[in-house]
């Protein structure tokens, strides 16, 4: 079992007080000590040493002294009716002081006052104006009476300018007479005392006064305070007293609270806060509390409450793992497990408890340095042991390279990247060589430098001889990609070989590269395999030639088809009108149409006179070849006059038809609809529609079959005045054609 001494935490505090004189008495070296603390250099500069009762009661000779505690002092038998220290009421209080008294973690125990101190404040200090901090007063037995104007506390009796840090108290604080009581200071008497980070745990009685757990008149503030003391005040003692101070009402606006007391051990205060049982054992119901720095809470000791880092009121002696982790040895780099590690915690009360070890309990380590280490271990930052763990070296298992070959032109770099398994091997250096071949070069960071055409091994080398290796081919870019032809045509549905159609050259003649062929249009000419071209439909693309290190040609590649696989619909025979005839048509296989003046061109021949009219389509590139159609321009029968009409026509039965008559001529936005009334015998009517009334600008004549008596003239000429006059015709026995007489002319304007 390991024994170490308490963590030593040293608070320095500067006083600005009113000098007090005061007497000093010889002391003898008998009253017994604890908790000694034999290191001399744990004495800061400036500060006097306290080891005894000699020593503490010996601070009398110096008031404005430091002083530091180096060990426990029993005042118990000391202080006691007859006792050393007695002077007849116990303890004297030391008045006048403004010195620091640093605790240093330890306790003054037992100190007792009786009956009547003759002194107006008591305590252990009576007056004062100095700093106490990191001290416990454990059992104390104060008991004044005899003086009604006593002022009564622990610590000190009555402060002006005073400081109370890190303290606790324990035990009894009470009066018979006096007007005041207090468990660790009973009067401030000016605005700049601070009392922070303290707990009252002793009874506080005032059989004829008021009882308080911390203090009383507060003029500057409290800072982090709690009371579990009994606080009982009034005649008898029998009246419930406030739980931290009383007259705190005269607070300036620099003073802050965080007060809290056990709920039912004394009258409610406003300005504080009642805890119950359960929320004082829990550091979140401490509001203000410090509890990374200053304050802890052991819920293994005999006192599961707030305790104080620099001053514990249960001390651990000593601390011993008694259980190793579960694992102890590591490879390099592996997280240290401390699962099923347990430690003996063995208090100064006699209390032993066996903990779980924490991750907070761990100090610092390494596991990335090979060998043996000690870890050290801390409870509550109040006593140390250590745990011992061995961390091995991890060997290195395998190396893979991120690529196994590659391809380099020659004057580029590459740089490889090598990964080791397992990750956390402690060596993880990486040796670069060329292992075969001379066309390649590689540096200490694995990047690759390909001089000259060839091919080589770079090989990725451990420390401890693991190796991966990769293969270099160093290749020879092209500069100038050369084809044979540019300009190439062939017909729909045709298969030709690129490397015979086109045609290609690469300089330097020894470069490595190969050459990817690619349509412009897919859909008019396909390239298969990279290797031939078909046509699929007619078109101009481009062919591009593109090398493996990014030059490139273009070739033009025409797709032809020839014009005698289309067919020409809507061509039928035509009357003469004494003007050139070009009937309208289409031209398509079937799923394409061509269109004129851009897929071809048409001439005519004899399409004027009587006869045979000829049309000729001749294809544009990509159509190729022409086609041949013909219609027939069929005679027209001249117009008779109405006295040849009513004479007959060579003896025929049948005469030409009556005059039509028009029912309406409307007009809409570019358009006119005529309608007449239909004459008996006629075969067909002639329809004429000009811009002006003697027919002939814009003349247009139109033939209609006898079954309607509706036309409409479309796409003209908007607000413009249009002329109609309609005749209806027939055929004699002998095919000849009856004209009957013209309409009334009838007259409109477009919208």
Same mark, same amino acid.
């Given at each position: 079992?390991?024994?170490?001494?308490? &963590?030593?935490?040293?608070?320095?505090?500067?006083?600005?007080?009113?000098?007090?004189?005061?007497?000093?008495?010889?002391?003898?070296?008998?009253?017994?000590?604890?908790?000694?603390?034999?290191?001399?250099?744990?004495?800061?500069?400036?500060?006097?040493?306290?080891?005894?009762?000699?020593?503490?009661?010996?601070? +009398?000779?110096?008031?404005?002294?430091?002083?530091?505690?180096?060990?426990?002092?029993?005042?118990?038998?000391?202080?006691?009716?007859?006792?050393?220290?007695?002077?007849?009421?116990?303890?004297?209080?030391?008045?006048?002081?403004?010195?620091?008294?640093?605790?240093?973690?330890?306790?003054?125990?037992?100190?007792?006052?009786?009956?009547?101190?003759?002194?107006?404040?008591?305590?252990?200090?009576?007056?004062?104006?100095?700093?106490?901090?990191?001290?416990?007063?454990?059992?104390?037995?104060?008991?004044?009476?005899?003086?009604?104007?006593?002022?009564?506390?622990?610590?000190?009796?009555?402060?002006?300018?005073?400081?109370?840090?890190?303290?606790?108290?324990? /035990?009894?604080?009470?009066?018979?007479?006096?007007?005041?009581?207090? /468990?660790?200071?009973?009067?401030?008497?000016?605005?700049?005392?601070?009392?922070?980070?303290?707990?009252?745990?002793?009874?506080?009685?005032?059989?004829?006064?008021?009882?308080?757990?911390?203090?009383?008149?507060?003029?500057?503030?409290?800072?982090?305070?709690?009371? +579990?003391?009994?606080?009982?005040?009034?005649?008898?003692?029998?009246?419930?007293?406030?739980?931290?101070?009383?007259?705190?009402?005269?607070?300036?606006?620099?003073?802050?609270?965080?007060?809290?007391?056990?709920?039912?051990?004394?009258?409610?205060?406003?300005?504080?806060?009642?805890?119950?049982?359960?929320?004082?054992?829990?550091?979140?119901?401490?509001?203000?509390?410090?509890?990374?720095?200053?304050?802890?809470?052991?819920?293994?000791?005999?006192?599961?409450?707030?305790?104080?880092?620099?001053?514990?009121?249960?001390?651990?002696?000593?601390?011993?793992?008694?259980?190793?982790?579960?694992?102890?040895?590591?490879?390099?780099?592996?997280?240290?497990?401390?699962?099923?590690?347990?430690?003996?915690?063995?208090?100064?009360?006699?209390?032993?408890?066996?903990?779980?070890?924490?991750?907070?309990?761990?100090?610092?380590?390494?596991?990335?340095?090979?060998?043996?280490?000690?870890?050290?271990?801390?409870?509550?930052?109040?006593?140390?042991?250590?745990?011992?763990?061995?961390?091995?070296?991890?060997?290195?298992?395998?190396?893979?390279?991120?690529?196994?070959?590659?391809?380099?032109?020659?004057?580029?770099? !590459?740089?490889?990247?090598?990964?080791?398994?397992?990750?956390?091997?402690?060596?993880?250096?990486?040796?670069?060589? %060329?292992?075969?071949?001379?066309?390649?070069?590689?540096?200490?960071?694995?990047?690759?430098?390909?001089?000259?055409?060839?091919?080589?091994?770079?090989?990725?080398?451990?420390?401890?001889?693991?190796?991966?290796?990769?293969?270099?081919?160093?290749?020879?870019?092209?500069?100038?990609?050369?084809?044979?032809?540019?300009?190439?045509?062939?017909?729909?549905? !045709?298969?030709?070989?690129?490397?015979?159609?086109?045609?290609?050259?690469?300089?330097?003649?020894?470069?490595?590269?190969?050459?990817?062929? &690619?349509?412009?249009?897919?859909?008019?000419?396909?390239?298969?395999?990279?290797?031939?071209?078909?046509?699929?439909?007619?078109?101009?693309?481009?062919?591009?030639?593109?090398?493996?290190? /990014?030059?490139?040609?273009?070739?033009?590649?025409?797709?032809?088809?020839?014009?005698?696989?289309?067919?020409?619909?809507?061509?039928?025979?035509?009357?003469?009108?004494?003007?050139?005839?070009?009937?309208?048509?289409?031209?398509?296989?079937?799923?394409?149409?061509?269109?004129?003046?851009?897929?071809?061109?048409?001439?005519?021949?004899?399409?004027?006179?009587?006869?045979?009219?000829?049309?000729?389509?001749?294809?544009?590139?990509?159509?190729?070849?022409?086609? !041949?159609?013909?219609?027939?321009?069929?005679?027209?029968?001249?117009?008779?006059?109405?006295?040849?009409?009513?004479?007959?026509?060579?003896?025929?039965?049948?005469?030409?038809?009556?005059?039509?008559?028009?029912?309406?001529?409307?007009?809409?936005?570019?358009?006119?609809?005529?309608?007449?009334?239909?004459?008996?015998?006629?075969?067909?009517?002639?329809?004429?529609?000009? +811009?002006?009334?003697?027919?002939?600008?814009?003349?247009?004549?139109?033939?209609?079959?006898?079954?309607?008596?509706?036309?409409?003239?479309?796409?003209?000429?908007?607000?413009?005045?249009?002329? %109609? +006059?309609?005749?209806?015709?027939?055929?004699?026995?002998?095919?000849? &054609?009856?004209?009957?007489?013209?309409?009334?002319?009838?007259?409109?304007?477009?919208?």
């Amino acid at each position: 079992m390991k024994k170490l001494h308490i &963590k030593k935490v040293l608070a320095m505090f500067l006083a600005v007080a009113l000098v007090v004189p005061s007497s000093a008495s010889n002391l003898t070296a008998s009253a017994a000590t604890t908790q000694e603390s034999n290191d001399e250099s744990a004495i800061p500069e400036g500060y006097t040493p306290i080891y005894d009762a000699a020593d503490l009661y010996a601070i +009398r000779n110096d008031l404005e002294g430091n002083y530091i505690m180096m060990a426990d002092i029993d005042l118990s038998e000391a202080t006691a009716p007859g006792g050393e220290l007695d002077t007849g009421n116990g303890w004297n209080p030391i008045d006048g002081f403004k010195g620091i008294l640093d605790g240093n973690g330890h306790y003054i125990k037992g100190l007792t006052i009786y009956g009547n101190p003759k002194t107006e404040y008591v305590g252990l200090f009576g007056y004062a104006s100095g700093t106490i901090c990191n001290l416990g007063m454990i059992d104390v037995n104060i008991n004044s009476s005899g003086n009604s104007d006593n002022w009564t506390g622990a610590f000190i009796g009555c402060s002006y300018s005073a400081n109370i840090e890190n303290c606790f108290v324990t /035990g009894v604080v009470s009066s018979t007479d006096s007007s005041r009581v207090s /468990g660790i200071c009973c009067m401030y008497t000016d605005n700049y005392t601070l009392i922070k980070n303290v707990y009252n745990l002793a009874d506080v009685r005032a059989y004829k006064g008021s009882a308080n757990g911390i203090a009383v008149n507060i003029y500057r503030g409290c800072e982090c305070l709690y009371n +579990r003391g009994e606080i009982n005040s009034g005649e008898g003692g029998n009246k419930n007293g406030y739980p931290l101070s009383w007259c705190h009402d005269n607070l300036g606006s620099g003073s802050f609270f965080s007060g809290y007391y056990l709920q039912g051990n004394s009258a409610d205060d406003d300005e504080f806060t009642p805890l119950t049982e359960t929320q004082m054992k829990n550091s979140k119901f401490y509001t203000g509390f410090d509890f990374e720095n200053t304050w802890f809470i052991d819920p293994y000791s005999n006192y599961p409450y707030p305790q104080l880092r620099s001053c514990p009121q249960k001390r651990i002696n000593s601390i011993e793992v008694t259980k190793q982790p579960n694992k102890t040895v590591y490879q390099q780099g592996e997280n240290f497990d401390f699962t099923g590690a347990t430690l003996h915690l063995i208090y100064e009360d006699g209390l032993e408890q066996d903990v779980l070890l924490t991750k907070d309990m761990i100090g610092s380590y390494d596991m990335n340095k090979i060998g043996k280490q000690s870890i050290p271990i801390s409870y509550c930052g109040l006593a140390e042991t250590s745990l011992d763990i061995t961390v091995k070296e991890t060997a290195v298992d395998k190396v893979q390279l991120n690529k196994s070959q590659i391809n380099l032109y020659k004057g580029k770099t !590459e740089t490889l990247s090598a990964a080791i398994t397992p990750s956390n091997a402690s060596n993880k250096q990486i040796t670069w060589s %060329v292992v075969k071949g001379d066309c390649v070069t590689v540096d200490n960071n694995g990047t690759i430098t390909a001089n000259k055409k060839g091919t080589a091994t770079v090989r990725a080398t451990s420390a401890n001889g693991k190796y991966a290796d990769c293969v270099v081919t160093v290749q020879v870019p092209c500069i100038l990609l050369q084809l044979t032809n540019t300009n190439i045509k062939f017909k729909k549905g !045709e298969t030709k070989s690129i490397s015979d159609t086109i045609g290609y050259v690469m300089s330097p003649l020894d470069c490595t590269d190969s050459v990817t062929w &690619k349509s412009s249009n897919d859909k008019v000419l396909q390239i298969n395999n990279n290797e031939t071209m078909l046509g699929l439909a007619a078109g101009k693309v481009t062919v591009t030639g593109t090398t493996t290190s /990014g030059t490139t040609a273009v070739a033009n590649v025409t797709v032809q088809r020839d014009m005698s696989e289309f067919t020409v619909t809507g061509v039928s025979n035509k009357y003469y009108t004494g003007k050139a005839i070009k009937p309208k048509f289409a031209v398509s296989d079937g799923t394409t149409t061509l269109k004129e003046n851009e897929d071809y061109n048409v001439t005519y021949e004899s399409n004027t006179n009587v006869g045979t009219a000829n049309i000729k389509i001749t294809g544009i590139d990509p159509y190729v070849g022409t086609i !041949e159609q013909s219609f027939q321009i069929l005679p027209v029968a001249e117009e008779i006059t109405p006295d040849d009409s009513s004479s007959g026509n060579g003896g025929s039965t049948i005469t030409a038809p009556a005059k039509v008559k028009i029912r309406k001529l409307t007009a809409a936005k570019k358009k006119l609809t005529v309608t007449w009334k239909k004459v008996a015998g006629a075969r067909g009517y002639r329809i004429q529609i000009a +811009r002006n009334r003697a027919f002939t600008k814009s003349l247009k004549t139109y033939n209609v079959s006898a079954n309607t008596s509706k036309k409409v003239f479309s796409r003209l000429k908007k607000k413009t005045t249009y002329y %109609v +006059r309609i005749n209806a015709f027939c055929n004699d026995e002998d095919g000849n &054609k009856l004209v009957g007489k013209y309409s009334t002319v009838k007259k409109k304007k477009t919208k």
